[in-house]
Structure formats: structure tokens, C-alpha cells
């Protein structure tokens, strides 16, 4: 993929119109940081590459962990806290990821969803009624639609009432510095290929990963070079071309998250509630091969190690019941990808094993005290069966730009470059540099937390300039 993505030095450039912070990306750490500004009184444009803003936070869940949030405390959960979730977040990730960074997005993520709600009008539910992977306390937070479409929508909808100006068709191709290493504004290109400059006194990376720019994956996630990629087009490693240009820090380059239960051919995610709650994935050959509990991103590159890189989802009626609690897998059964099976024959028929194998498998869920992988089912599974194909796909990267816990992008020596800030996929995140190191919902926590803590940076650089020239 070849993308033009440059630096450009200058003291100053006769730019068609000035911001106090310009956004580069409109996605959920954008759209954030813009309600931010907006709230702490600074102006700022945000620049999107789409005609419509989505990114991967649309084609995601749309679940956000945060502890300590009032809709947290109002469902009785009183035992959560920042330490808690930092705690939870670093077991996750062995230990690997940036501590100073995983503190401050543990501390910033409840009062950002709080005044998200407060206001702008975002209407958290909490999800109590299961564990994710690795979480200690229910604390994962929706909108009742639990979709990632329906908090992009709501976030655009808090963008527009509050009169941000959002450019789309915009794709920024150039940053722009003076001899200061200070960000002076960006380039972008508009569809008819003019460029026109936007001039900024903080300039904030907020754009995407790489999981979309094939080249950049088969160097840096080889395991993940013939998977499906389940995220947005538009994550093509912008923001790491542009860091390598200005000789800023890289970091976890080898940690994402991938899914182990993207359905097949449908292309769609499956909750993985459903395998926490005792489904499990079986291979072609009848046999489980994994602990599903472990987290679903791992499991990616567990499924893809199976015959074919496929295995099957299978559930009972229950657990059935709980699914459809989930849009997205709605939306996956009326595409044809849910199977109902009456009897062990019929689902050995469907997953193309024998029966004596299969059997063997299912009777064992039945067995007391751990599985040799060290599972415990509470129940076995009852017919009828219900089965979905499955593949592992990767979905987001998780390593990019290292900052500190202002969210200033750092240079090879740790120093901080004066006005540019990144967050969201732009930015290295939490989950360390390995695919098992991602916590469920790092993702949007990255975004949402970090487009908080970019905002109340950037407005902090502003007002300072501001104040220094008089203004």
C-alpha cells in the first residue's frame, strides 16, 4: 500500500483557515476529545477521511469497561475502582503494559463516560449479567442498543449539537512543523485532489491503526497475514508513517486484538458472552482445543490453527436465549449462519467429525472439577445444539505512537514533542505487544479515555499559547 503521508517543515503556512486543536479522525477518540474541548471552552475541527464517519468503533460492540461510574454505583456495584481495573487490565497483559499509561486510563474512563452521559445525553446501561474475560467487576458499560453503530451515532449527534465543525472527505496527508518540532497545522486532500491547510495551535493523531494495510501486517503481525480482518479500511498505519518521519517512539507494534469467533462467510462478530457462559468452539475433528474463558482475542490465532482455520461455536437453547440479548448476532442468524441440530448425530453431520468423537467431547463438559485445559463448566450442554462457523480474524492493532500519560507523542529519547498529541488507534494502548496481553474493551477504552485526557492536554497547550501572546 503505498500512501502519501509526509512531514512538512516550515515557520509558518498560509493556511485557508486556523483552529485551536485540529482532530485528525473522527471516530469515537475523536469525537470525544471534540465534546471535551467544546465542554472546556476551546474550538477545534475535526478531519475525517470518510464521507461519513464510522471507523472501527462502528463495526465494534460498542462496550466500554470503566469503573466507579455513576450507572456502575446505581446497579449496586460499589466494590470497583480505578486500582481494580489497572490491576485487572495488567494481568491481562502479563504485566506488559505501560504502567503509567494503564493508570491514567483507569483513573479518566469513569469520569469521561459520566460526563459523556451528564452532558451530552449518552445513556450507559451496564452489563451485569456476565464477566468478560479477565474483568473482576461488572463494569462494562453500552448504550441500550449495544451496537458500536448506534455510539458512533450518538457521539456525531453530541458533535453536532454542540456546533463542532466535522470535515469528511478530508484525508490529511501532511502534518505540518516549525523548526521547534511544534505542530502548526496539517494538509488535507478533498475529493476533486485540491489540498487545502488547516492551521492549529495542538494538533491531535486520533486516526486508526494498521490492521488495515496488508503490507505493514505481514511485517509486524505475521500470525495474523492471512486472517480476515474484521475492522475499518481506513486503519493504513497513517500514524506511524508520519511518527517514523518525525523520529518519534513506536511501541507494542506486535499487540492487537484479534476475535476467535468471526462468522463465517457471514463476517460478523459473535459475543463471545456466549462461550463465558459455557459454549464452546470445536474443531472439525469433534474436539475442543482450547479454554475459551482465556478471552476471545487469543483465541483468533488458536481457531486459525485448526484444520481448515475454522471450528464451530456450539450452544444450547440457554445459551441461545443469551445471544439474542446481542444485535450483532441477530443480525448474523437472519443471515443464514445459525444451525439447529436435535440430536449429536445431526451436529457431527454439520461440523463434518464423527460421532463417537464429538460425543466423547460433549460428555466431558459433564465431567466434575477442570478440564484438561483447565476449564470448569458449571452445566453440559443439552440438545437441541445450535452451531455457528467461526474463523479468527484481527480486528484492531493495538500498538502505535508511545506517549505519556498526557497523551503527548514521545520522541526516541522520551522527550515529549511540544504540541502533538495522539490517542485511540493512533497510540500505543494497554494491552501490551502480544494478542493475548488485550483486555475486552481496550479498545474504546483507549479511545475514550485517551480522547478525554487528549482533550484536557490539548486545551492546557492552548490556553498557555494563548495566554503567552496575549490573546
Known sequence: MTLQRNI???????AEAHTGVAIVGAGACGLTAALMLHDAGIDCVLLERDATPSGSTALSSGFIPA???????????????AERF?????????????????????EAIGPALDALQARHGLGWILLDGFLYPGHSAHRMHALPQKTGAALMAALQAAVGTAGIPVLTQALVETLCFDEEDRAIGIG???????????GCDALLLACNGFGGNAEMVRALL????DAAFGGHTGNDGSAILWGRALGARLRDLGGYQGHGSW????????SWAVMMEGGVQINREGRRFHDETQGYSEAAVKVLAQP???AWNVFDAPLLALAHEFPDFCEAEAAGALRRCDTVAQLAACIGCDVPTLQATLDALLAIGPQ???????????????AVKVSGALFHTQGGLDIGPDMRVLREDGTALPNLIAAGGAAGGVSGDAVWGYLSGNGLLSAVAGGAIAARTAAALVKAGRNQHGE
Do not use: C, N, W
Open 67 to 81: 469503573p466507579s461510574t455513576r450507572v456502575q454505583r446505581a446497579q449496586g456495584v460499589h466494590d470497583d475502582s
Open 372 to 386: 484438561p485445559d483447565g476449564r470448569v463448566f458449571k452445566r453440559g450442554l443439552a440438545a437441541p445444539y445450535f
Open 86 to 106: 489497572a490491576a485487572d487490565i495488567q494481568a491481562k497483559a502479563h504485566g506488559r503494559a505501560a504502567p503509567a499509561l494503564v493508570r491514567a486510563y483507569a
Open 308 to 310: 481448515g482455520g475454522v
Open 263 to 270: 462468522v463465517t462467510p457471514q463476517g460478523a462478530l459473535m
Open 8 to 14: 512538512r517543515r516550515a515557520s509558518a503556512i498560509d
Open 222 to 225: 505475521p500470525e495474523m497475514a
Open 188 to 198: 488535507y486532500r478533498r475529493p476533486d485532489g485540491r489540498e487545502e491547510l488547516l
